[in-house]
């Protein structure tokens, strides 16, 4: 019984903690540490964006996809949802939407930064 409650016990937590975890990672690159989504893609803030919603516009989203949130995902700390022009929930982070660039190939490319002098590496 004692082993059974002992399995339990840890399940739980494993369980708990799987919820808490952060949808993107921080790398370290060349500009220091930037925000990346799990496979090291590279994200980015718009500056147009207000705090909490984007207005990165639907033809906006061809280039510079929403980091989408999955359907049961909770915002938690600095980690919020804001609407898409796609109509999807999308991850901001302290308030800013993210997103990805569709001319980033690979983990690591930051060919986004610095476009049109609105477009930047998330810190």
Known sequence: MKNLLI??????????????AEPA?????KMGKV?????????????????????CDEKCLKNWPAF??????KAEGEWSLVKAADGK?????????????AKDKKSGDMN???VGGVWHVAK
């Open 7 to 20: 399995a339990m016990g840890i399940l739980a937590a494993s369980s708990l903690s799987a919820f808490a």
């Open 112 to 114: 986004g930064d610095g």
């Open 35 to 55: 925000w990346a989504t799990e496979k090291g893609m590279t994200l980015y803030t718009f500056d147009k964006d207000t705090k909490g919603k984007s207005n």
């Open 68 to 73: 989408h949130a999955d359907a049961k995902a």
């Open 25 to 29: 990672k921080m790398v370290d690159t």
């Open 89 to 101: 929930e999308m991850w901001a982070y302290e308030g800013k939407p993210l997103y990805m660039f």
